[in-house]
C-alpha cells in the first residue's frame, strides 16, 4: 500500500515578493541583486568618484550568466574575492542559475542555507526593515564622464562586469531597491498549506492546497503529523486483520472438511446399523460369493479376512504368489482372473478337470522333474480359450 504525505509550507506567498522555507529550514526568495544607473565610489585617496553602470553592460548575456550560482555571503569578505580558499568561512547561501532583468534591476533567486543569517533575516522583515544587497564583482572602468539624466555626473563608465558573490550588508552602494524581496506594501502574512492526496484500503482523501492566516502553520503541521501517524496505526491493523481473516479462513476449511467426512461417518454408520439395509445386504452378499469361490478349491474360510481369502485362492493358481506390497486393486485383479477361469470351465463342464489341474499344483512339489505350475497355467489357457484341458 502506498501512501505519499508529502507536505509543504510556503510563507507569505504575495506574487514576486514571496519568500519560501523549505523542509530543510532553507529560506527561498526573489532578490533584486543590482540596478543600472550611477554608484559612488572612493579612490585610495578618498576622494569621490562617480562611476556609471550602463544598461547595456549591466543586462548583458556574460554579465547576467556570471552571477548565476554564486556565493551569498554576509557582508563582503576582506579579501574582497570569494575563492575555494576562503568559501567555508563565508558563505551563508547561493545565486539560483536564472537570471533575468527589467528596464533597471537584475533579478535572481536566492537561497539562504545559515541559520543565523535566516534568523537575522526574518527579524529584520518582522521590524519593516528590508534586507539590502551588494554584488562582489570585477569591472573595467573607462574614464568617460558625462551626465545621467536622472542621477547627475559621472566620472567614469564601467565594462565587462563579471560578479564573484552577492553580499548581505546593512547598507548596499545601490541603494534600498536592491534588496531580498521578503515582503509587499499591504501584503497579508498568509502561507499556502499543501498535503498530497492519501489513499487507504476503502478510503481516500482528496489533495488539499489552501491559503491560510500565518498563525494556523503551527496547528495545521501538527494535524498533518497526527494524521501520518493515524496512517500508520491503521495499516499496522489492517495488516493484522488480513491475517486474522486468513487464519479464519484456514480454520473454516477445515471445520468444513471435518464437518464432511462427519457426515460421511454418520451416513455409513447408520446404513451398517440396520442388518436388513442395502449396505449391510451387498457386504453379506460379497462376502458369500468370496467365499464359494474358496470352497469350490477347498479352501477352508474360518478365521481369514476378504483379503486374505482372496490371496488364497490366487496361490491355488500360483502356489508361489507373494502377496508382500501389493497393492489392494492389483490382488483384485489377481482374484479376478481366477474366478474368470473358474467361471470358464463351469460353463464348459470341465469343473473336474480344472479341480485336477489345481490339485496337481498342490502337489507340484512331489514330483520334481516335471513342471505342473507351467502345466497348470498351460491348461488353464486352454480352458479359458474353450479348448480341451486334458
Not at 544587497?133 to 558625462?146: F, H, K, Q, T, V
Not at 524581496?181 to 489513499?199: C, E, P, V, Y
Amino acid at each position: 500500500m502506498k501512501i505519499n504525505r508529502t507536505f509543504t509550507i510556503r510563507l507569505d506567498r504575495q506574487g514576486r515578493g514571496a519568500f519560501e522555507i523549505t523542509p530543510e529550514g532553507y529560506l527561498v526568495c526573489e532578490a533584486f541583486a543590482t540596478r543600472t544607473g550611477v554608484f559612488d565610489y572612493h579612490d585610495d585617496n578618498g576622494n569621490l568618484i562617480r562611476v556609471l553602470r550602463p544598461p547595456e553592460e549591466v543586462f548583458s548575456d556574460e554579465s547576467l550568466a556570471s552571477l548565476a550560482m554564486q556565493p551569498v555571503t554576509f557582508l563582503h569578505p576582506n579579501e574582497e574575492i570569494v575563492t575555494t580558499a576562503n568559501i567555508r568561512g563565508l558563505q551563508v547561501g547561493v545565486t539560483g542559475e536564472k537570471i533575468t532583468h527589467d528596464d533597471e534591476v537584475v533579478k535572481c533567486r536566492v537561497k539562504i542555507t545559515d541559520r543565523a543569517i535566516i534568523e537575522y533575516v526574518q527579524a529584520l522583515r518582522a521590524r519593516g526593515e528590508g534586507v539590502e544587497l551588494s554584488c562582489g564583482y570585477r569591472a573595467d572602468e573607462e574614464p568617460i564622464s558625462g551626465d545621467h539624466p536622472t542621477e547627475g555626473h559621472y566620472d567614469a563608465v564601467q565594462k565587462n562586469i563579471r560578479y564573484n558573490h552577492l553580499a548581505i550588508v546593512a547598507k548596499g552602494r545601490a541603494g534600498e531597491k536592491v534588496k531580498l524581496q521578503l515582503d509587499q506594501k499591504g501584503g497579508s502574512h498568509m502561507f499556502t498549506f499543501i498535503r498530497n492526496a492519501l489513499k487507504l484500503d476503502g478510503f481516500t482523501m482528496d489533495a488539499i492546497e489552501a491559503e491560510v492566516p500565518n498563525e494556523a502553520q503551527g496547528v495545521l503541521s501538527r494535524m498533518s503529523a497526527k494524521l501520518d501517524e493515524a496512517v500508520d496505526v491503521i495499516q499496522t491493523q489492517a495488516a493484522k486483520i488480513a491475517g486474522m481473516v486468513k487464519k479464519g479462513d484456514e480454520a473454516q476449511a477445515k471445520i468444513d472438511t471435518l464437518t464432511a467426512d462427519n457426515t460421511k461417518i454418520n451416513s455409513d454408520m447408520a446404513a451398517l446399523s440396520d442388518p436388513s439395509g442395502e449396505k449391510i445386504q451387498a457386504i453379506i452378499a460379497e462376502r458369500k460369493a468370496l467365499e464359494d469361490v474358496a470352497g469350490t478349491l477347498d479352501i477352508k474360510t474360518d478365521g481369514l479376512a476378504d483379503k486374505a481369502l482372496k490371496v488364497a485362492v490366487i496361490q491355488k493358481q500360483t502356489p508361489d504368489f507373494k502377496a508382500d506390497e501389493k497393492s489392494d486393486d492389483y490382488i483384485n485383479a489377481r482374484f479376478d482372473a481366477v474366478v474368470d477361469l473358474l467361471d470358464a470351465a463351469q460353463k464348459d463342464g470341465a469343473d473336474q478337470g480344472l479341480s485336477r489341474l489345481i490339485a496337481d499344483a498342490k502337489q507340484a512339489g512331489s514330483k520334481p522333474k516335471t513342471d505342473h505350475r507351467g502345466d497348470f497355467i498351460k491348461r488353464s489357457q486352454a480352458l479359458a480359450n474353450g479348448e480341451s484341458a486334458t
